[in-house]
């Protein structure tokens, strides 16, 4: 009878022995309480906790990798949108992740979506289209000094998607067509702007130069003699015509 007892009893020594003996890997701290109080930060490698009077709480210090949920937005101009995120955090303090928050991966996610909704809810549709990185800056630094109270460290912060209704997207390309045809209209008008200079000034050159006028007449008449046409042109020296001008203005004005 005591023998059998006795063997219970040293089994029972045995196993609280081994169950004192901890490994922790390189990304995990256990996190000590004694009588449930705190007492250290223990790891990685080979720990020992005392059975029945310590108990130890695993930390993964590991980059955790979560997605928010879509949330409904209503941006500044009054326009409904679906917007998910992902998060990128991890922990740099195991004692406040355990004692300060219940959950501190779920109090995380709550608090990214609550700040997800609040910071874009403050810009216009085309500024959540446009500036992301911006955005992405403004969310990740609310997340962090919030969290930082948790032990966690809020690393980044990307907005994946921003999600129209129909409408919107057909207004939005009707307005994207309205702006590039005003960009050809403005463009075509710089070049008729442009072109109307550079003709004023070849004019007033020519005008300088008869010379260069008659070079540009026998340049016109050899390029009409190149192309292929039934085009008939009896040329006249530019001297005769000016005189013919010149002679109809001179009755004109007697």
Same mark, same amino acid.
């Given at each position: 009878?005591?023998?059998?007892?006795?063997? +219970?009893?040293?089994?029972?020594?045995?196993?609280?022995?081994?169950?004192?003996?901890? +490994?922790? $890997?390189?990304?995990?701290?256990?996190?000590?309480?004694?009588?449930?109080?705190?007492?250290?930060?223990?790891?990685?490698?080979?720990?020992?906790?005392?059975?029945?009077?310590?108990?130890? &709480?695993?930390?993964?210090?590991?980059?955790?990798?979560?997605?928010?949920?879509?949330?409904?937005?209503?941006?500044?101009?009054?326009?409904?949108?679906?917007?998910?995120?992902? &998060?990128?955090? $991890?922990?740099?303090?195991?004692?406040?992740?355990?004692?300060?928050?219940?959950?501190?991966?779920?109090?995380?996610?709550?608090?990214?979506?609550?700040?997800?909704?609040?910071?874009?809810?403050?810009?216009?549709?085309?500024?959540?289209?446009?500036?992301?990185?911006?955005?992405?800056?403004?969310?990740?630094?609310?997340?962090?000094?919030?969290?930082?109270?948790?032990?966690?460290?809020?690393?980044?912060?990307?907005?994946?998607?921003?999600?129209?209704?129909?409408?919107?997207? $057909?207004?939005?390309?009707?307005?994207?067509?309205?702006? $590039?045809?005003?960009?050809?209209?403005?463009?075509?008008?710089?070049?008729?702007?442009?072109?109307?200079?550079?003709?004023?000034?070849?004019?007033? +050159?020519?005008?300088?130069?008869?010379?260069?006028?008659?070079?540009?007449?026998?340049?016109?008449?050899?390029?009409?003699?190149?192309?292929?046409?039934?085009?008939?042109?009896?040329?006249?020296?530019?001297?005769?015509?000016?005189?013919? +001008?010149?002679?109809?203005?001179?009755?004109?004005?007697?």
């Amino acid at each position: 009878m005591f023998e059998y007892f006795g063997l +219970i009893f040293g089994s029972f020594v045995l196993l609280l022995l081994i169950s004192a003996f901890r +490994i922790l $890997r390189e990304y995990e701290r256990g996190v000590i309480f004694t009588l449930g109080r705190f007492y250290k930060v223990k790891g990685p490698g080979f720990i020992i906790v005392i059975p029945l009077i310590q108990q130890m &709480v695993r930390v993964d210090l590991r980059t955790i990798v979560m997605d928010v949920p879509s949330q409904d937005v209503i941006s500044r101009d009054n326009v409904s949108v679906k917007v998910n995120a992902v &998060v990128y955090f $991890r922990v740099i303090d195991p004692d406040k992740a355990i004692i300060q928050v219940e959950n501190f991966y779920e109090a995380t996610s709550q608090l990214a979506q609550t700040t997800l909704r609040s910071v874009l809810g403050q810009h216009e549709l085309d500024e959540m289209l446009a500036e992301r990185d911006k955005l992405n800056i403004d969310i990740q630094t609310i997340l962090d000094q919030q969290t930082d109270a948790w032990g966690i460290k809020v690393a980044n912060v990307e907005i994946k998607h921003v999600d129209l209704d129909e409408s919107m997207v $057909r207004a939005i390309a009707k307005q994207a067509e309205a702006e $590039r045809t005003r960009r050809a209209k403005i463009i075509h008008a710089e070049g008729e702007m442009q072109a109307s200079e550079k003709l004023l000034q070849a004019a007033t +050159i020519l005008a300088q130069q008869p010379q260069a006028i008659q070079l540009r007449y026998l340049q016109t008449l050899t390029e009409i003699a190149g192309e292929k046409s039934s085009t008939i042109v009896f040329p006249l020296p530019i001297d005769i015509v000016s005189n013919i +001008i010149k002679g109809q203005a001179t009755d004109a004005s007697s």
